[in-house]
């Protein structure tokens, strides 16, 4: 235990942030002593990833005054993450990521609640991700990072002037490594650009001709790829592949050895053969503290408004040197994740198949064969047929009550549009209203 008589001492330059003003606070900061207990006591922050950063992450968040912590996490640790997550120790090998991090980082600091879950971000209900008032991404994949952005814009909401409501507005850091670059963002959904608008901004997955990979491989890369996407399919005939799934990436990480065998090929390892698979981006330890000090520097002003956010992305290069710049990129207005999307009020007595059949008479809509998803869950979907027959059950049903009875909330259609005798693919965002008894209405004013 640390003696109590250190605590003023421990936090001097925090206080000193947070109880004095200055020339770049924030419009609604009130510099005060008490601040950083009233953050340490009420704020509460999701570090979503406990591996590079998300260790980096949980450490600097602890030590910058905030007590109440989750963090999330499906990996287990391995011995190749040792050389860079340095929470980790080789006893703790196996191990949940989640649970040993934050076990170490409140062995660490004392005062701090850090709650880990062991288990994949989609496995959490949606309202989980509302209890926070910041989410801090530490995420290696472009996959995930778009489910959290579209997780945090779902909550957002629009006044009837298409202004974002701020009490709606859930704030992300998101903080990226690759190398010797990094990058750290703010997200305001509505004010700022979300994930998707800039999702330009990372490059392509590298694609490989299949006849490559079947008739002249030249690279580790060829043979993972090849066990992957032909090797599977040939000996599970049926069975989906489970990237997440340890024995299903052991088993294409063994397929590629052979195949890399059989040509000459070195090079072939479990880490790189996830790497491939999941498109995960390398990292090094500098790069990740460099990038998780600079977003928990941002999670601290948004909670606090002790100066002003960053505007809105900040990129690091320290192949040759050091150089940094900060971009401050556009919001899409008509993004289909944080814009507002096209306002329809409907009865809460509106079937999902009367709702559709509305899609292709609405004078702004006009989307042929529309496919239905909220949040995420696929409602009714066109195609595949499978997918057709699996969500046909639901369209008798109520739309009110499979959105989960919220009187106002968004969903995305995607279909064919026709304009002027062509027809284009189409995808778009809803904003739903319900109408009905007294008590609906009451809570879509709210």
């Not at 947070?18 to 606070?25: F, K």
């Not at 450490?59 to 963090?71: P, Q, T, W, Y």
């Not at 090929?265 to 880490?271: E, F, P, Q």
Request: aromatic fraction near 8%; glycine fraction near 6%; hydrophobic fraction near 40%.
């Amino acid at each position: 235990m640390e003696d109590s008589s250190a605590e003023p001492e421990r936090w001097r330059d925090l206080d000193m942030l947070l109880a004095r003003p200055g020339n770049i606070v924030s419009a609604g900061f009130d510099p005060s002593p008490q601040l950083r207990r009233e953050i340490g006591e009420f704020a509460r922050v999701l570090v979503v990833g406990a591996g590079g950063l998300g260790c980096e992450l949980l450490k600097d968040l602890a030590l910058s005054g905030f007590r109440n912590i989750d963090v999330i996490d499906m990996d287990t640790i391995e011995v190749s993450n040792l050389n860079r997550q340095f929470l980790f120790r080789l006893r703790d090998v196996g191990k949940s990521k989640a649970e040993v991090a934050a076990k170490r980082v409140m062995e660490r600091v004392s005062g701090v609640n850090i709650t880990p879950h062991f288990c994949r971000i989609e496995d959490m209900e949606i309202e989980f991700y509302n209890d926070f008032n910041i989410i801090v991404l530490g995420l290696d994949s472009i996959e995930a990072r778009s489910y959290i952005n579209s997780v945090a814009c779902s909550f957002l909401e629009y006044d009837s002037e298409d202004n974002p409501i701020p009490e709606t507005v859930k704030p992300m850091v998101d903080g990226g490594t690759e190398g010797f670059k990094g990058h750290a963002r703010v997200i305001l959904p509505g004010t700022t650009p979300c994930f998707e608008c800039n999702i330009w901004l990372f490059p392509p997955q590298v694609k490989f001709p299949l006849c490559t990979l079947a008739e002249t491989p030249r690279t580790p890369a060829h043979c993972i790829e090849y066990a992957h996407l032909i090797k599977w399919d040939e000996v599970h005939s049926g069975k989906t592949f489970d990237p997440d799934d340890p024995e299903h990436m052991q088993w294409v990480y063994l397929e590629a050895v052979k195949r890399a065998e059989l040509f000459g090929i070195t090079g072939v390892t479990y880490s790189l053969t996830q790497g491939v698979v999941k498109n995960i981006i390398p990292a090094i330890a500098s790069t990740n503290a460099i990038i998780s000090a600079a977003c928990a520097l941002e999670a601290l002003k948004i909670v606090s408004g002790c100066s002003k956010s960053l505007s809105n992305y900040m990129m690091y290069n320290g192949v040759k040197g050091t150089h940094i710049k900060v971009t401050d990129f556009v919001r899409e207005k008509d993004c289909i994740v944080c814009g507002p999307g096209t306002l329809i009020e409907l009865d809460i007595s509106v079937t999902l198949s009367q709702f559709i059949e509305t899609l292709g008479q609405h004078p702004k809509l006009l989307i042929l064969k529309p496919s239905v998803t909220h949040r995420g869950n696929n409602l009714y979907m066109q195609s595949p047929p499978i997918l057709e027959q699996m969500t046909r059950l639901n369209l008798p049903l109520p739309l009110y009550e499979l959105m989960g009875k919220v009187p106002r909330d968004a969903l995305h259609v995607s279909g064919t549009a026709e304009s002027s005798g062509k027809k284009t693919s189409s995808l778009m965002k809803l904003r739903v209203v319900f109408r009905g008894p007294a008590e609906i209405d009451t809570a879509a004013s709210i």
